[in-house]
């Protein structure tokens, strides 16, 4: 029987997610799950601070609340103040959802330093900012849930001639997910992995995602609902036993 608290619109659950890369895609449909169910959402942008603001007030709208703040978590100074303004206003965070993690097609002999420099900043490096930043108030309450998100088959090691460097940081997510697993379990956090194939978040053109359908062995392309299940899921009190795991969300393309 599922614990997750009834939906009713206005009333919050006292919980506190943090969601860099919650504006759009996958991070925004997660922040509005969450606000039905009554969370408060800190959302992070770099840039996209309309889209920030729009998901914040139908957050607000669904039951939740929600705040909206800019940080280049990639920057370990933005990064710290970017929890400690959200720990300042609600007092706690009890999921971190790193949602951000933006890529580029470059063949890897073509790629250049500042390219690379960015893949691995904005996908690794973040992630490792702000997890470890969170990690201390989360281990003091004896409990937190934090989700990064992969790559498939990232965890093959296989060889990514035209996004090397976004699919070396991919697995680099997953290594820190495993590692900063091991490390917080006794504190009663846990820290698992979603790793999407071809899911319709609006960053492709639906015309690529068309041609992407035959590789697919489920016949379809995903949606960000698939990714909402499984976020609610792992942030669920039916998962807490569920860590360091890293989830194939891509109707088993990458396998």
């Given at each position: 029987?599922?614990?997750?608290?009834?939906?009713?619109?206005?009333?919050?659950?006292g919980k506190v997610a943090?969601i860099p890369g919650g504006?759009?895609?996958?991070?925004?449909?997660?922040?509005?799950?969450?606000?039905?169910?009554?969370?408060?959402?800190?959302?992070?942008?770099?840039?996209?601070?309309?889209?920030?603001?729009?998901?914040?007030?139908?957050?607000?709208?669904?039951?939740?609340?929600?705040?909206?703040?800019?940080?280049?978590?990639?920057?370990?100074?933005?990064?710290?103040?970017?929890?400690?303004?959200?720990?300042?206003?609600?007092?706690?965070?009890?999921?971190?959802?790193?949602?951000?993690?933006?890529?580029?097609?470059?063949?890897?002999?073509?790629?250049?330093?500042?390219?690379?420099?960015?893949?691995?900043?904005?996908?690794?490096?973040?992630?490792?900012?702000?997890?470890?930043?969170?990690?201390?108030?989360?281990?003091?309450?004896?409990?937190?849930?934090?989700?990064?998100?992969?790559?498939?088959?990232?965890?093959?090691?296989?060889?990514?001639?035209?996004?090397?460097?976004?699919?070396?940081?991919?697995?680099?997510?997953?290594?820190?997910?495993?590692?900063?697993?091991?490390?917080?379990?006794?504190?009663?956090?846990?820290?698992?992995?979603?790793?999407?194939?071809?899911?319709?978040?609006?960053?492709?053109?639906?015309?690529?995602?068309?041609?992407?359908?035959?590789?697919?062995?489920?016949?379809?392309?995903?949606?960000?609902?698939?990714?909402?299940?499984?976020?609610?899921?792992?942030?669920?009190?039916?998962?807490?036993?569920?860590?360091?795991?890293?989830?194939?969300?891509?109707?088993?393309?990458?396998?």
């Amino acid at each position: 029987m599922s614990n997750q608290p009834t939906i009713v619109p206005g009333r919050r659950s006292g919980k506190v997610a943090l969601i860099p890369g919650g504006a759009r895609g996958i991070g925004r449909a997660i922040a509005l799950r969450l606000g039905e169910m009554g969370w408060s959402v800190a959302i992070a942008y770099r840039q996209s601070e309309q889209d920030a603001t729009v998901t914040a007030a139908q957050v607000r709208v669904l039951g939740g609340g929600a705040l909206v703040f800019r940080a280049d978590c990639s920057v370990p100074e933005e990064a710290d103040g970017l929890i400690g303004a959200v720990e300042t206003e609600w007092g706690r965070i009890d999921a971190l959802i790193h949602t951000a993690g933006p890529y580029h097609r470059v063949e890897l002999l073509d790629e250049t330093p500042e390219g690379w420099r960015k893949m691995m900043a904005n996908n690794l490096d973040s992630f490792f900012y702000v997890a470890r930043r969170v990690a201390p108030g989360m281990a003091a309450q004896k409990s937190g849930r934090i989700i990064a998100f992969g790559m498939a088959s990232a965890d093959r090691l296989s060889a990514q001639t035209g996004v090397t460097a976004h699919y070396i940081a991919k697995a680099g997510v997953l290594v820190l997910v495993r590692s900063l697993a091991k490390t917080l379990a006794k504190s009663g956090v846990t820290v698992n992995a979603i790793s999407p194939g071809f899911i319709d978040s609006g960053s492709a053109p639906p015309e690529e995602l068309a041609k992407m359908v035959k590789s697919i062995p489920a016949g379809y392309v995903g949606t960000t609902a698939d990714a909402v299940g499984v976020a609610a899921f792992l942030l669920s009190d039916e998962a807490r036993y569920v860590n360091g795991a890293n989830i194939h969300l891509s109707g088993a393309w990458g396998l």
